[in-house]
């Protein structure tokens, strides 16, 4: 079957969010569904209004894969008031009962980023991509990884990603890790030991 890659249908965000909570196994960190859904929204309004580009796969009318990215010098594709304030009160919340948790994560994220632009400038950040975790059609992935590269070809992205996401993935298309740090996560369900990873390519 054809994968075809356009622009995502606004009905299909709802299964966007499922695509995070799942492939990012969120269900490692909260066992509450009304929790992981309010996270699956928070994660993807945070990532869809900063995208300047933005890419669905679909196989006939079925939505089966989407990839966000950022890149220096474009336009967002994508902007809503109310979603960027969800995000900032979501923020609030992780800072205020989850510092050990989402606050950890963020600022080791934020700490590993710091190290890669003490010597790398790129031009770019792929900052969503996943394929449904239930589909059974193989090579979603690639064509969406394939699609940015035509359209941002010879420039220099990276992506933050953890050993709770299928990171080979990108070792197997020519990434290089970056940086790494173990950190473990003080989190509702317990403590998640995680591997923090950032990967880098010119496109």
């Known amino acids: 079957m054809n994968i075809e890659i356009r622009n995502i249908r606004k009905k299909d965000y709802k299964k966007a969010i499922q695509f995070a909570i799942k492939g990012m196994h969120f269900d490692w960190y909260l066992d ?8 699956g929204g928070y994660f993807w309004y945070l990532e869809i209004n900063r995208a300047t580009q933005i890419f669905g796969a679909y196989v006939g009318d079925e939505f089966v894969g989407v990839l966000l990215a950022e890149f220096k010098g474009e336009a967002k594709k994508h902007s809503s008031f ?13 800072r205020l009962f989850f510092k050990d948790g989402a ?3 963020e600022d080791t994220t934020k700490e590993q980023l710091d190290k890669y632009l003490e010597s790398n400038t790129p031009d770019g950040e792929i900052i969503f991509l996943a394929a449904d975790p239930d589909c059974k059609i193989k090579g979603v992935g690639t064509a969406l990884l394939n699609a940015l590269e035509e359209v941002e070809k010879g420039k220099t992205v990276y992506l933050h990603t953890d050993d709770a996401c299928t990171y080979q993935f990108y070792e197997h298309r020519g990434f290089k890790r970056v940086q ?3 950190i473990v996560l003080e989190m509702p369900k317990g403590k998640v030991p995680l591997k923090c990873l950032i990967y880098s390519k010119t496109i």
Request: net charge positive; glycine share 4%; hydrophobic share 45%.
């Open 32 to 39: 509450s569904k009304f929790l992981l859904n309010a996270y």
């Open 103 to 105: 606050g950890l994560y």
């Open 180 to 182: 790494e740090k173990n």
């Open 82 to 94: 109310w979603q960027k304030l969800y995000v900032k009160f979501v923020d609030v919340i992780q």
